[in-house]
């Protein structure tokens, strides 16, 4: 190998001397200045921060009601259905007791009633016909009874005797 000699390798730190220049703590205080104002240029000021801050509040507020009057509104949609049922439920039952059918056979009616029905069907034309393929249903006077002989019928009678065709 070769070996430097003293002259080249003073001519060599001389150009590295050289290459790295100096700076004095005002020109570095300048370039950490501009630096600095470059990163605070991609993020947000104080004030600006505060006014997200507030719109947030603001906004999460509007979400929160939002929120609650739509679990409000599903509260009482969720209740008038229900109503609506039990009402439709309850004219139906009350459709069958005018037409004679035992109290306690009435929601089975209701129920095997609404089964035959199809989308467009009215409650009362299905009933009508049910009932008259049903022939056999027991019907109900609610007056009291009296046989030729005077004598007063007991409901329980009165259903043995249709029932037996009396």
């Not at 801050?53 to 507020?61: E, F, H």
Request: glycine content about 4%; aromatic content about 10%.
């Amino acid at each position: 190998m070769e070996e430097m000699t003293s002259a080249q390798q003073g001519a060599e730190t001389t150009v590295q001397q050289e290459a790295e220049k100096t700076f004095t703590q005002e020109e570095v205080n300048r370039v950490v200045e501009k630096r600095l104002e470059r990163e605070r240029k991609k993020y947000p000021s104080s004030e600006e921060l505060e006014q997200f801050r507030q719109w947030q509040q603001s906004q999460q507020t509007q979400a929160e009601k939002w929120e609650n009057l739509q679990k409000e509104r599903n509260s009482f949609e969720a209740q008038f259905l229900e109503s609506q049922k039990e009402l439709t439920q309850m004219k139906r039952e009350k459709y069958l007791l005018a037409q004679g059918i035992a109290a306690e056979d009435v929601d089975y009616y209701a129920f095997k009633i609404a089964k035959a029905m199809q989308e467009n069907d009215d409650f009362e034309t299905v009933a009508q016909n049910y009932l008259k393929e049903k022939k056999n249903y027991s019907i109900v006077n609610f007056g009291l009874n009296t046989t030729n002989q005077g004598k007063t019928l007991s409901l329980a009678d009165q259903i043995n005797q249709k029932l037996r065709g009396v």
